[in-house]
């Protein structure tokens, strides 16, 4: 933590590998959560149909 | 006798008319529904209530470290322990706060009157900034003192230094544990009792099956 952090600099984009990791594990949970089947309780499944 | 109760009801009430006006926008079934629509069923629902429950944690831990004091938070091994508790607590909320913010915009959740609940969502999140930046800065420790010294200037050359000097432990300190948390708290209770008023948006209705 006492070191800077490594950057990747492409064209005028400049961003470092920490906030990167973030942002790439944050759009990854967010197509998870589209993808993910969403479990149901079998309860209220058989109730419902 | 029905003419007294009907005179009686001309009568202007403040307590009658705070109970009509929230009956008719949130009545208690709403307030507290056990059923929700089956398009509820998805994961992309869940992160406004994993940024409550961040929320949550945020607030427990911050208030063990306001009680115990800064000596107790960097020398004590459980007081560093609650420290990097509320820090990454702090990480979650925001991370599920946009998670949850890019949910409602790509399902387009201002719709149909919902534009109040989107508005206030954004005004939680200016609130939040500021109150992760009075965060940073009631740290008492050289990283706080870093970032004070940096951002004063930008701060003063906005005109913000008349009202907040970022080096002022105490002004800082007392901004970022007791106003910010109270208008975050109601924010986010009124954002929560706004969504419940309307319910839960519809889908945006599509061509393809299940429309
Ligand atoms: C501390 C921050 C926040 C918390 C705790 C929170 C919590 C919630 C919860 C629990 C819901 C119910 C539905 C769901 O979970 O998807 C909701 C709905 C909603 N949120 Fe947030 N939210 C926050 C910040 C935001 C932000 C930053 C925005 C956008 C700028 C936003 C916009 C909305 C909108 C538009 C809805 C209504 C969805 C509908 O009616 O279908 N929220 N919020």
């Known amino acids: 933590m006492d070191s800077p952090a490594g950057y990747i600099n492409w064209a005028f984009i400049s961003i470092s590998v920490p906030n990167l990791i973030v942002i790439g594990g944050m759009v990854l949970v967010f197509a998870l959560a589209l993808i993910l089947p969403f479990p149901h309780s079998t309860s209220t499944k058989s109730s419902k149909r | ?211």
């Open chain 2, 1 to 211: 006798m029905s003419e007294s109760i009907g005179t009686e009801a001309e009568v202007p009430s403040w307590t009658r008319a705070t109970r009509d006006f929230i009956g008719k926008r949130l009545p208690l079934a709403h307030f507290l529904p056990d059923r929700q629509p089956a398009y509820v069923g998805s994961w992309v629902y869940v992160f406004g209530v994993a940024t409550i429950a961040s929320l949550a944690w945020v607030m427990l831990s911050g208030v063990i470290l306001a009680f115990f004091g800064p000596q107790w938070w960097h020398v004590t091994g459980l007081g560093r322990f609650v420290n990097s508790v509320h820090f990454w607590s702090v990480q979650a909320l925001f991370i599920f706060m946009v998670l949850h913010l890019w949910g409602q915009y790509f399902m387009a959740s201002w719709r149909d009157g919902r534009a109040p609940t989107w508005m206030v969502g954004v005004v939680i999140w200016l609130v939040m900034i500021v109150t992760a930046f009075t965060g940073y800065l009631s740290q008492q420790n050289f990283d706080s003192q870093w970032i004070g010294v940096n951002a004063k200037d930008a701060i003063n050359s906005s005109g913000g230094g008349a009202f907040f000097n970022v080096l002022n432990f105490g002004q800082m300190y007392g901004i970022h544990v007791m106003l910010l948390p109270i208008g975050i708290t109601v924010l986010v209770i009124l954002h929560i009792v706004q969504v419940r008023a309307k319910g839960v948006v519809r889908p945006i209705e599509g061509k393809g099956r299940g429309a």
